[in-house]
């Protein structure tokens, strides 16, 4: 019998690929290292979801669901893998518990790790308590506590969201963009003005990058929600004791602004996963420039510069939910194809 198909972290892109090949009858071992399923979207709880307008607990849940309950998929969670050595259709794996995987093909979707704000400090995060971010604004609405600010749970009459942190920023050595956080703020934004339709909503940015469909949120947000949007570049965020101000320029008037706000949030990028470097060791792959795991070129969907080793959704960089899941699927044909062939040797 083929050996089963490792894949390893169960985020969008790799529930998508389990459930890909549990589908054609290939066994799977997924490996995870919290002790709940579905990345990011369920472990830092997220909100309503873009572009779907579903709640990730249901929509990621129940992809969660569709791999728990396939007698094809076992599941190891809490656990790394430490070490992985053999050749395509034979490769042998130990995990972090004490077991062993043996396994004919892996893929990589260990996805990304939240930019930490505090590499900002200019912009407050850390120093005062209403510097939130977009992930903390995410739990403050799918918890159902509402959005309030942390130092004293008040509603804020003012919000300021900063596009592009840690991203696009090249003097602290991320010059990606994060594809999505334009989008996710939009969408914030209108939940906010939803909750609270007295508070003021501004966003403040470089360029908007709704691409696409997206476009819809960067519109709807100013004629139905009538969010504030200001082309602009902050220099600094600071507090006169009682609000935050936030000071910059314009850059479409060409002046400087200072301004009064309760809450501020950033909208935090997506740096590599910060294991990067140790899976590229344990798996023998190589990472691109920026720290990201490299893929091949476009013949072999996903496939890394290690034979029989292949990679998926944020771990190759920025993502949204949609391509994860799709490069997942991908993975996974690509992952069968070699699992499955009798003289297994390359992809
Ligand atoms: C604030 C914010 C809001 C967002 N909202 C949206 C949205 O509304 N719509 C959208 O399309 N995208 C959104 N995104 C992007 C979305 O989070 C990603 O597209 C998605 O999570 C990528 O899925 P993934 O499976 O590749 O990675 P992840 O979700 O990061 O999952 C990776 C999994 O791998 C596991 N893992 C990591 N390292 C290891 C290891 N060494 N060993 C074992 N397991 C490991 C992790 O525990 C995790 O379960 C948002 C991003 C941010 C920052
Ligand atoms: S998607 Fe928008 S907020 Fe995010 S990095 Fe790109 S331009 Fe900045």
């Keep these: 019998m083929t050996k089963p198909v490792l894949v390893l ?7 998508a690929a389990a459930h890909a090949l549990a589908s054609v009858g290939q066994p799977v071992v997924l490996v995870d290292k919290e002790s709940k399923l579905g990345g990011a979207p369920i472990i830092s709880g997220y909100a309503k979801l873009v572009p779907s ?15 728990e309950e396939n007698s094809l998929v076992s599941i190891r969670m809490n656990a790394r893998v430490e070490a992985f050595e ?37 912009w407050g995060f850390g120093t005062f308590p209403d510097v939130v971010t977009t992930t903390q604004v995410e739990q ?13 749970g008040r509603k804020p009459q003012r919000v300021a969201i900063l596009l592009c942190v840690g991203s696009r920023d090249r003097q602290i050595g991320r010059e990606w963009c994060s594809k999505i956080c334009c989008t996710v703020s939009c969408n914030i934004a209108m939940e906010i003005r939803e909750e609270l339709p007295d508070c003021h909503v501004y966003i403040y940015y470089m360029d908007i990058r709704t691409y696409g469909l997206n476009e ?38 060409k002046r400087p ?18 294991e990067n470097k140790s899976l590229a060791q ?40 949609d391509d994860s899941i799709a490069q997942g699927n991908a993975a996974a044909m690509a992952a069968y194809a070699l699992a499955n062939r009798k003289d297994a040797v390359a992809a």
Excluded at 146 to 151: F, K, T
Aim: charged share 20%; proline share 4%; glycine share 14%.
């Design 9 to 15: 972290g169960a985020g969008p892109a790799g529930l």
């Design 53 to 67: 307008g579903e709640w990730a607990r249901d929509a990621i849940g129940g992809m969660v669901r569709r791999v």
């Design 86 to 122: 053999g050749e395509p259709g034979n490769f042998k794996a130990r995990l972090s518990d004490g077991s062993s995987v043996e396994a004919g093909a892996a893929i990589l979707c260990t996805g990304f790790t939240h930019f930490d704000s505090v590499n900002k400090p200019e």
């Design 140 to 152: 403050m609405i799918s918890s159902g506590r509402g959005v309030r600010c942390p130092s004293d």
């Design 216 to 253: 819809t949120y960067y519109w709807k947000s100013q004629e139905e929600f009538k969010v504030k949007y200001i082309k602009a570049r902050i220099a600094e965020v600071t507090s006169d004791g009682q609000k935050l101000i936030v000071k910059g320029e314009d850059t479409l008037v």
């Design 257 to 274: 602004i200072t301004i009064p706000f309760d809450m501020v949030v950033h909208a935090i990028g997506m740096d590599p996963n910060v």
């Design 282 to 321: 344990v798996f023998g792959v190589n990472l691109q420039e920026h720290g990201h795991i490299a893929r091949g070129s476009y013949g072999a969907s996903g496939q890394t510069s290690r034979a029989g080793v292949f990679v998926a959704g944020a771990a190759t960089g920025p993502e949204t939910i």
